[in-house]
């Protein structure tokens, strides 16, 4: 089946999928598998190396080495895979910087398995780094705060970055987040006054 118009081709393969497919199983084994193991390789080694307290210079490249393939395959493997999400920066000629922010017009291709472990790795993760934070700096241990710095920074990006596609690209995330908030405290305002 040939399409007349390139506008209307799917991004990400949506004519492949069969949509009884979509309830649970895992049509992405391998991205799903690295979606993980990257992001759980490097908390594991940080938390290893930190307590055996072995060789800083190459603990601290083997964390950024996994940091960096984590986010590299969640960027643009995992997220087009498993949630029909992407995004990208573009810098023009004259330097100026355009960000991308596209998602799958039919969301049917995902199946909620992949979902779900694509959103708990990309939520739960950033926050151990946040945690290792504290750690880092409640204990003084100055020279891994480096390491627990870029483990912030690349995964607190991707999170962004696919929050900004499931928002929409064209949405402030700010005015988003006070509309849900809004809706949030008139629902318990009228729930009070129900119970009064």
């Known amino acids: 089946m040939q399409r007349q118009d390139s506008k209307e081709a799917p991004l990400f ?61 969640v960027k643009n493997v995992s997220g087009r895979l498993l949630v029909g999400l992407r995004w990208w920066n573009q810098v023009d000629e004259d330097g100026t910087s355009h960000w991308f922010f596209e998602s799958s017009k039919s969301r ?30 409640l ?10 710095f870029m483990g912030l920074v690349l995964q607190w990006a991707n999170l962004y970055g696919y929050v900004r596609c499931m928002v929409g690209r064209k949405s402030n995330l700010r005015s988003v987040v006070k509309n849900y908030l809004d809706v949030q405290i008139f629902d318990q305002v009228l729930k009070k006054t129900e119970r009064s």
Do not use: Q
């Not at 708990?120 to 880092?136: E, K, M």
């Not at 204990?139 to 627990?148: A, G, R």
């Open 13 to 73: 393969g949506e004519d492949d999928y069969d949509v009884s497919k979509r309830k649970s199983n895992i049509r992405h084994p391998v991205a799903s598998f690295f979606h993980i193991f990257f992001r759980t390789s490097a908390i594991a080694v940080y938390l290893v190396c930190e307590l055996l307290g072995s060789r800083f210079i190459a603990s601290m490249v083997t964390i950024i080495l996994l940091l960096s393939c984590d986010f590299w395959t």
């Open 139 to 148: 204990s003084f241990n100055i020279k891994w705060l480096v390491v627990v």
């Open 108 to 137: 049917k291709t995902t199946s909620n398995a992949e979902s779900s472990v694509f959103w708990l790795g990309l939520i739960v993760c950033p926050f151990i780094w946040v945690v290792f934070l504290f750690s880092t700096l």
